[in-house]
């Protein structure tokens, strides 16, 4: 960020080493589907990468590595509907890299959702050009983006050959050490050109058959007017495109539109998804209507969703103005009223990329209380992504041989188990497991996210119907993970990893004398049980009688078991160390004291202790080191 | 029904006569699907036809007649899964056709839902055999049904060959009169034999790429002890089977279970149908537990939904009893809690057969009232079917010039107007109009719909994010078909056809002097109108101040035009005549009297008065005749 103001992020220099991290921050995304900020005659290389991601869009591939096949489910990089550039006389298409950049803006609107940016140049031929575009992901229409770009030829007079294509040729390649991985998640299906100026392409992930048709209608106008053009095809493969020219005289100015309407065979209301997308692009507007409608959808959900500040607006509250709309913002892109009605949850990293996989973690916790209170149908439904997996967590749940549910640490499709059991390190070759599934916390987040829910909305149906089946299910689940120590006469919960990443087992001198990987009795996890057994009972209190009695009958819940979570509840064992502190988990105080002023002095940044190390052959397990709050959850 | 109790319909004889229409109330469904009431030897032919379908799944396809092109949407009739018949030594496979039948039972539980036939039967060879099944369609785990089927050798000893079969051959032949119109809505995508004794097929819609994957697991038990057999795999294309042979002593009995998965490619929580279908049947339990889990979930349906008579069970109360069980049985077959989380309708004629080909007419605004006291969550889904289809209303109404949103009257899978315009006269072989789309009531009883849920489940949210925009776009639509009549002062509807579909335009002593199909003035289309102006006025009370700024700025509704609402429902035109009688429309009462007698004593059954007439080159359009109560309807 280079400049700003309240409501809008902005850049006033084009800076290749930032681009990827621009392109995140200025996503523009309606819930559905999200696009980066990249630029439209940007491609996938080093500064660029331009991805489109579908909520729920995942597909599943395999990899052998090292003799073993792993299989990866993917949030997956839908074609690209951005190409749209231009050349001069035949001459080298539009590049950042080759004109002199004359001046630099890009501006993500956060008022109106719209990314702009404008560019003045030079080419080596000397013609100065103005660029600006204008871009949208359409906030009330969730299958509809656009895009307006004007072209001002400064001194020079000529042809201009406007390109604009939709790019199927797309791979996940948005993380680096992924790259080893299979990557092909598309397989095309149809493309074509529609009425002219109408791109169509249809593609379907390999594995789990989503069809997603984008169908682009590209269109100039000059004053105000359509000019009529001869598009010329220019399809390559996967690549569908369009060019057609026109001739500009100095001064004048050309503005392109290009439409987009993108539909999947997951979506309500239709016959077939291709069809859908070429009938929603022969109905569309032009792009200053969508903008219009966009715009008060924006201002529809800022009423409802804007913070401000009460005090008066110095610099520094502006500031944090500022990153408080750019939070929310990007929430609302990612969960917005449209996702009341897809089968979707909250993504760690947003629709914004490909880190995580787009798998969902925990993170509804963390944005309920901001949504409760604002529009709880939204969180309503990202418990229902919960609830439609209950079974697939009732599965996992028995596979390991507990009782109730077991939801997965990382989801997706289907609900099961996403994280890797093993991983590769890749300096010794080796298989190491991966205890990070272990995060059985995951089960308390959910019951508490449903109890929030519940305060906050008061919505006994949704408790009744999905809220309490997951919560007794998932309450079940911890009292048959609890396990009795008769020395202690205490409740215990072995082998499970707390929410610091910096510790997923125990160093080799405190291994010894304990089975099964992970760690003892982590302080969050016991007390959160406690909570979720306490809150279970209470909600068997709260239901009305004939909604108890199913239950109890559902779930064959009996009075003795009942009794066990009284008895859980009550006798849980909290470790404490040097007289009143909470251990974060068993023998927490038994881990060495790290060495944080040498580490400090030697690398600078510590930020990722545990890469730091790994290399030195060391591992945070021994250390009283912490990633994440853990502990300190519970306050 | 040739016995029954009030749980029961029961049929103690084989009247191949009847088959069909017992086939279509001994339905079995959950509301995600239905499979009809026909024998597991039976194929699809004169006297059987075993269908299965899917809420929702359409698929559309086009057939030249008479030189012109014509499109339907049908409700897909999906691979029958049901298939499982047996031979002795060889011989033929079962047939009720063939053998001599010693006692036939068929039951359909209603409490339970399941659906019993026994037969004793002896063959030509003078074997006697008994046979006995249940089947399920499972109304907890939307995606699962099972059969039981039991034979027992009462006076042989021989081997005994089972055939299991998933049959993805069929075609939709159920209704005689479209048997000219193309047909064949499926392509196979794969087909295989999967753990030996596991059937796996997949196809695909032809036009709406609908994937629907199948997986069926046959078993033989004897004495409850799993019974080896070596499967041969007998796939023939795209019907698949597999046979064993088991040996049977005289007097002795085996028990052969298939249970089916079914999953499709628009279902939740699933990464790839097929994929789903084959975890589901790995994990499936056996038929006596599903049995119990069903009978449970249909336990709690009855609890909630059940209406017994008060009074003492007298005769005439304990048949009434049967068929109130017997419609609130097919509607919640239908309309279940499954349909809660579906992006679907209530078909005219449920899932139980092809005719009306499966489309949403009004006949939400009949089951309304009893499913709002019970379990409104389903009304509301059902009225989320028309929310996501009101941008498609919305363009219907621009089309014939009109405002706000026009329904249509007959509704599919993208909610554009699937009523066929003109219909082929094969007599005459001349195409003619056909006004029934202009049964633009259904946007009053849309409206009228919304209003009820509110009424009885007070869900102001509903209102707010989607009730209200639907009612006020349709009470727009009203106020723009209505004209004023200067001469009269008063507003008009012309053009419409009401509920009565006897009566669709005006014969041709009436015609002369009007422009325009249809009718006009219909009393209960205009009353209804002026009932959804004014509700459209209330709700504008109704909602809370930012909800009324919202929609009176996305709908750019002035107040200009909320007066001219307010000047339509206080001036709109009702037609009376012999001094105080309504007029089903404009110059009832000019049309003929009927010769009811004469026509009574010529043809015995005058039920169906429109096809009688029409075969004496005549049309009901001339008389005072009504198939539907109409302005009936308003009292």
Not at 167 to 178: L, M, S
Not at 244 to 268: F, M, N, P, Q
Not at 605 to 630: C, F, H, M, W
């Amino acid at each position: 960020m280079t400049h700003w103001s309240e409501w809008s992020l902005i850049y006033e220099s084009f800076q290749p080493n930032q681009e990827k991290l621009r392109e995140a921050l200025c996503t523009l995304g309606n819930g559905y589907f999200a696009t980066r900020g990249a630029g439209h005659e940007a491609r996938a290389d080093d500064i660029h990468y331009p991805g489109t991601y579908l909520a729920g869009g995942y597909n599943r591939l395999q990899t052998e590595i090292a003799g073993r096949m792993v299989e990866n489910e993917d949030l997956v990089n839908l074609p690209n509907w951005l190409p749209l550039t231009w050349r001069i006389n035949e001459g080298d298409w539009f590049s950042l890299h080759t004109v002199d950049i004359l001046s630099y803006r890009q501006e993500l609107d956060l008022k109106r959702g719209v990314l702009l940016r404008s560019v003045r140049f030079r080419d080596e031929q000397g013609r100065q050009s103005a660029l600006a575009t204008r871009r949208l992901v359409h906030m009330r229409d969730l299958h509809m983006a656009a895009v307006e770009m004007t072209l001002v030829a400064e001194n020079w007079s000529g042809d201009i050959t406007i390109r604009s294509g939709l790019d199927g040729r797309v791979i996940n390649a948005g993380v680096e050490r992924y790259k080893d991985l299979n990557h092909q998640h598309l397989e095309c299906v149809d493309s074509t050109v529609l009425d002219r100026d109408t791109l169509f392409l249809q593609v379907q992930t390999t594995q789990s058959k989503i069809r997603i048709a984008e169908a682009a209608r590209t269109r100039l106008f000059q004053n105000g007017e359509p000019v009529g053009i001869e598009w010329e095809d220019k399809t390559e493969a996967a690549y569908i495109a369009l060019e057609g020219t026109v001739s500009l005289k100095k001064g004048e100015r050309v503005t392109v539109e290009k439409i987009l309407a993108l539909y999947t065979s997951r979506d309500h209301a239709i016959s077939e998804n291709g069809l859908a997308a070429r009938t929603a692009i022969s109905r569309a507007a032009r792009f200053s209507d969508l903008l219009m409608t966009h715009s008060k959808a924006w201002a529809n959900l800022w009423q409802r969703f804007g913070m401000e500040f009460e005090e008066e607006a110095d610099e520094e509250n502006r500031k944090a103005s500022l990153i408080l709309h750019l939070h929310i913002f990007h929430l609302l892109q990612v969960c917005s009223p449209h996702t009341m009605d897809l089968d979707v949850g909250a993504p760690a990293r947003g629709l914004h990329g490909e880190a995580y996989r787009g798998h969902i973690f925990w993170d509804e916790m963390f944005i309920f209380p901001f949504l409760n209170f604002r529009m709880p149908e939204i969180t309503r439904s990202l418990l229902m992504y919960r609830y439609r997996r209950l079974p697939e967590a009732q599965c996992a749940a028995q596979a390991a041989g507990y009782h109730g549910a077991m939801f997965p640490w990382q989801s997706g499709s289907t609900g099961r188990e996403e994280t890797q059991i093993l991983h590769l390190n890749p300096q010794s070759g080796r298989w190491i497991p991966d205890n990070s599934h272990r995060q059985r916390h995951v089960n308390a987040a959910i019951a508490y996210d449903i109890w929030q829910y519940y305060q906050v909305a008061g919505d006994m149906k949704f408790l009744c119907f999905y809220g309490a089946e997951m919560f007794l299910n998932i309450a079940r689940f911890w009292a048959s993970i609890a396990t009795y120590n008769d020395k202690l006469a205490r409740y215990e919960i072995l082998g499970v990893m707390g929410p610091d990443e910096y510790h997923d087992a125990y160093p080799d001198h405190l291994r010894s004398d304990r089975h099964g990987p992970a760690l003892y009795n982590n302080a969050y996890t016991n007390v959160m049980a406690v909570w979720v057994l306490w809150r279970g009972l209470e909600i068997l209190e709260l239901l009305p009688e004939d909604w108890r009695r199913h239950f109890c009958e559902k779930l064959s819940l009996t009075e003795e078991e009942i009794r066990l979570w009284e008895s859980i509840s009550q006798n849980m064992r909290i470790v404490f160390h040097d007289g009143g502190i909470i251990s974060q988990f068993e023998d927490y105080d038994r881990l060495q004291e790290f060495e944080w002023e040498t580490y400090r002095a030697r690398y600078g940044d510590i930020q990722r202790l545990d890469r730091i190390l790994e290399a030195e052959g060391d591992t945070p397990n021994r250390y009283k080191v912490s990633k994440q709050a853990d502990v300190l959850m519970l306050f």
